[in-house]
């Protein structure tokens, strides 16, 4: 069965600060691997994915994900964190060629960045 | 591009009441479409799968005739919570599956919709 874990609750960063959001997934076979933020009271917003090539991946405002094989980790990273970057981050994975497109979710880490 | 609407953002109803939930995919056809629950301070709980014009396949321990899903057209999707109890007070959000021109491999997801039974 496909899994993934997002091991810290709450990241706390500074504003200016390079941030990390971690993700390590357990599937068999080739996954595809996806980021999600969530604010309050709001549905996910798509941040970025891997399916193939390139390790590293560019999303959406500044995000960017490096995909490691030998570690099955999709850690989500930033350059420079902004004040309004807080908020809950879902690390979600897809074994591939999954017939239904589901998703397995990450519990999710609620990110802070203090100005 | 990729825009899912639900609607309503937020209903509060009386204990024993139904509750229907839209989601629409807005510009672009959703041929499959999840629901999904979240609980505070929770990850989502994926409900059930729905495909445009078959029968929706839920989840184990998602009881099908408590949360009755029609997806009668490729752009909507309703969830009907049927005779709702405090105990379903949550946030519902959706997905959609987009094919054709957009990536066939992403969720695109509502904006959620907060119900709060009395």
């Known amino acids: 069965a496909q899994s993934v874990a997002q091991p810290e609750d709450q990241v706390n960063v500074a504003e200016g600060n390079p941030l990390t959001v971690k993700c390590t997934y357990s599937v068999s076979g080739n996954p595809y691997l996806f980021w999600y933020v969530q604010y309050p009271n709001r549905g996910l917003q798509f941040l970025l994915k891997?399916?193939?090539?390139?390790?590293l991946v560019k999303g959406s405002y500044g995000f960017e994900a490096e995909f490691n094989k030998s570690q099955t980790s999709f850690h989500l990273k930033k350059p420079s964190a902004l004040v309004s970057d807080s908020a809950l981050y879902f690390c979600?994975?897809?074994?591939?060629?999954?017939?239904?497109?589901?998703?397995?979710f990450g519990s999710g880490t609620q990110l802070t960045v203090l100005p | 591009g990729a825009v899912v609407s639900q609607h309503p953002s937020r209903v509060i109803c009386k204990s024993g009441t139904s509750v229907k939930i839209e989601c629409r995919s807005l510009?672009?056809?959703?041929?499959?479409m999840f629901w999904y629950r979240q609980f505070p301070k929770q990850s989502l709980m994926l409900m059930a799968t729905s495909n445009e014009g078959s029968k929706a396949t839920y989840e184990q321990g998602v009881e099908k005739d408590k949360f009755l899903i029609n997806h009668a057209s490729l752009t909507l999707s309703t969830l009907t919570v049927t005779s709702a109890h405090p105990e379903d007070s949550s946030f519902y959000i959706c997905?959609?599956?987009?094919?054709?021109?957009?990536?066939?491999?992403?969720?695109?997801f509502g904006p959620g919709t907060r119900l709060t039974v009395l």
């Open positions: 997905s959609a599956g987009a094919s054709g021109g957009l990536s066939t491999d992403t969720q695109y």
């Open positions: 979600a994975v897809r074994w591939r060629p999954g017939s239904a497109r589901q998703l397995t």
């Open positions: 891997y399916i193939t090539g390139d390790n």
């Open positions: 510009d672009f056809q959703a041929t499959t």
